[in-house]
């Protein structure tokens, strides 16, 4: 099983497939102005649910679902700073897990749960670390779409700590005679190990932030190089969270085209190799397998599909069969079989992979 993900993604993953499986999945933004709309978003979606159960499943089971569906929802923590909410139930489970990333609301009835809005929520794209560095202090905080979270390292962040420390000569830093510019470098170089730490914690990419003769010797010391997105330069010292944000929007996402660039790059390598499997019948066919190392797919890639006369064919859906079991997405089905097996999924903005049929599952062999 992937390790990136959490024990409820696999509580989720690993529960007993069993009909109806009930996915409500919503924005939760649930601030008081905002709660009444999160009210009414929710009975909407108990009430699409309650039809589709009594259009298509045995009264007394129906019964069962719709009612733990409504004791969840009446359970909800409307204080949570979260930015939406996945609801699974189905007659012998349930879960609610609260999301960092907003999604589009999504009601499902279908033979299994709906889970890629788990995996994207935990996935890394969407966050990262920023260090500021000033001549004073320094400070990081774990980015994400919507906030920074301050965090504080062992060593101590300011450069005043570090004053009364015996001033011999850094290594690879023999021509330093000033001691200001040793108290800098010893400053940069217990931040550095900070920077260790938490990279061992977070695998995430880090932004550098600072004036820029600073982020020079920054860049002399840094152990670290290869986990740097990129650096800033300016005095950022004094500068709100908000203001933050925007001026390393630009960078964050040159630093997301430039891991969308990266995967293509692995897409064609893998291609040259004949270990790539390209559209939904290829990668569903594989994926049953557990060919799967690492799953490629457009976020919001949905495709609805029929088993065809063995498990690894499939057919498109373009109404709803009667009497057929179908998938209503099967995208989901894919990225939970590649992940229980061991393999990983990584999305792409909508369009990366229109010469892929939107979806590519490169195999371990």
């Known amino acids: 099983m992937n390790t990136n993900f959490d024990s409820e993604i696999k509580n989720v993953m690993n529960a007993l497939h069993y009909r109806p499986s009930v996915s409500v999945i919503l924005p939760f933004e649930a601030k008081l102005n905002l709660r009444t709309e999160v009210t009414h978003a929710l009975k909407i979606a108990v009430d699409k649910v309650e039809l589709e159960l009594q259009d298509n499943y045995p009264a007394e089971i129906s019964s069962i679902v719709i009612n733990r569906l409504k004791s969840v929802i009446k359970e909800l923590e409307f204080e949570t700073k979260k930015k939406s909410i996945a609801i699974y139930v189905s007659p012998i489970f349930e879960k609610v897990m609260y999301l960092d990333v ?70 690879n830093f023999s021509d330093i005679s000033d001691r200001k510019e040793i108290l800098v470098y010893k400053f940069l170089h217990h931040i ?58 630009p960078y964050v996402n040159a630093w997301k085209k ?73 995208v989901d089905d894919v990225l939970e079989k590649v992940l229980l097996n061991g393999g990983d999924v990584e999305f792409v903005d909508e369009g990366v992979l229109n010469n892929y049929q939107h979806i590519i599952l490169i195999n371990y062999y």
Not at 121 to 148: A, C, D, I, P
Not at 243 to 249: D, H, I, M
Not at 260 to 270: F, G, R
Request: glycine share 6%.
């Open 258 to 330: 430039e891991k969308q660039k990266d995967l293509l790059i692995k897409i064609e390598e893998a291609a040259g190799k004949k270990k790539l499997a390209v559209g939904i019948n290829e990668v569903w066919k594989d994926s049953c397998q557990n060919k799967g190392q690492l799953l490629i797919v457009e976020k919001n890639y949905m495709y609805a599909a029929q088993r065809g006369g063995t498990e690894d064919v499939l057919y498109n859906v373009v109404e709803k069969p009667e009497h057929v079991s179908y998938f209503k997405d099967a």
């Open 192 to 249: 550095d190990n900070s920077l260790e730490q938490i990279l061992n914690e977070h695998h995430l990419p880090v932004f550098v932030l600072g004036a820029e003769k600073l982020l020079g010797q920054f860049k002399q010391i840094t152990k670290h190089q290869k986990a740097i997105a990129d650096y800033v330069h300016g005095n950022y010292e004094e500068s709100t969270m908000p203001q933050l944000k925007e001026v390393l929007k």
């Open 102 to 171: 907003p999604v589009e609301p999504r009601v499902i009835v279908d033979e299994s749960f709906e889970i890629r809005d788990l995996v994207y929520s935990k996935k890394q794209l969407h966050k990262y670390l920023v260090l500021l560095l000033s001549g004073k202090e320094s400070r990081m905080y774990l980015g994400n779409t919507g906030e920074f979270v301050r965090i504080i390292p062992d060593n101590p962040e300011t450069i005043d700590a570090y004053e009364n420390e015996a001033p011999e000569r850094v290594a």
